[in-house]
C-alpha cells in the first residue's frame, strides 16, 4: 500500500486505541491485555528499540567510513593494518554484552513467571480423539461431547464450553 494513504488513513482515524499511526501507544508498546503480557510486550519493544537504535548507527558509521576513506583513482602507499587493538576488541565485546544482559535477565524471569499459571486462571480440561473432542470446564459443572462425522470438520476444532 501507498504510504501516503497509510499516513493519511492513519491521520483520518483520530485519537484513541492502539490502532492510531500517531498515538504514542503505537510506537511504544500499549499497556498490555494482562500483567504478563505487559511484560512481554515492554521487553518485546526494548529489543526493537534496540535494533531500531543499532541499525540506524550503524548505516550513518557505514556511510561515514565509505565517505571518509574513499580509495581514490591515483595509486597511494597504503600503510599495513594493525594487527590488534585491545581497547577497540573490548568496547565491541562489553557494549553489546551490557546491551543483552538485561534482554537475558528479563526474558529468563518473563518466562519462570510465566511456567506457573495465575491464581485466578480458569482450568479447562480437554480431551481429544480423531474425530470427537470433549472439553470440561470444572467450575461450570458441565461437560460437552462432541463426535465428529468425518473429516468435514478441522482436526483442531473443538466445541466451546458450555455457559
Not at 49 to 62: D, G, K, P, R, T
Not at 94 to 123: C, H, N, Q, R
Not at 124 to 139: D, E, F, L, M
Request: hydrophobic letters at 40%; aromatic letters at 14%; charged letters at 15%.
Amino acid at each position: 500500500m501507498n504510504v501516503a494513504l497509510t499516513l493519511a488513513a492513519a491521520a483520518k482515524s483520530g485519537g484513541g486505541g492502539s490502532a492510531n499511526f500517531f498515538s504514542p501507544a503505537y510506537w511504544f508498546g500499549s499497556s498490555g491485555a494482562s500483567a504478563q503480557a505487559k511484560d512481554t510486550e515492554w521487553l518485546f519493544m526494548y529489543i526493537l528499540w534496540v535494533n531500531i537504535a543499532s541499525f540506524i548507527l550503524l548505516m550513518i558509521l557505514v556511510l561515514w567510513f565509505a565517505y571518509k576513506y574513499h580509495r581514490g583513482k591515483e595509486k597511494q602507499n597504503y600503510q599495513a593494518s594493525v594487527a590488534h587493538n585491545t581497547p577497540l576488541e573490548l568496547a565491541w565485546s562489553i557494549i553489546p554484552l551490557l546491551v543483552m544482559v538485561p534482554i537475558f535477565y528479563y526474558g529468563f524471569t518473563g518466562y519462570i513467571d510465566k511456567l506457573a499459571a495465575p491464581s485466578d486462571a480458569e482450568v479447562i480440561n480437554i480431551y481429544g480423539q480423531k474425530w470427537q473432542c470433549t472439553r470440561t470446564v470444572p467450575s461450570r459443572e458441565r461437560r460437552r461431547s462432541s463426535p465428529r462425522p468425518g473429516p468435514t470438520y478441522p482436526r483442531s476444532s473443538c466445541p466451546p464450553a458450555v455457559r
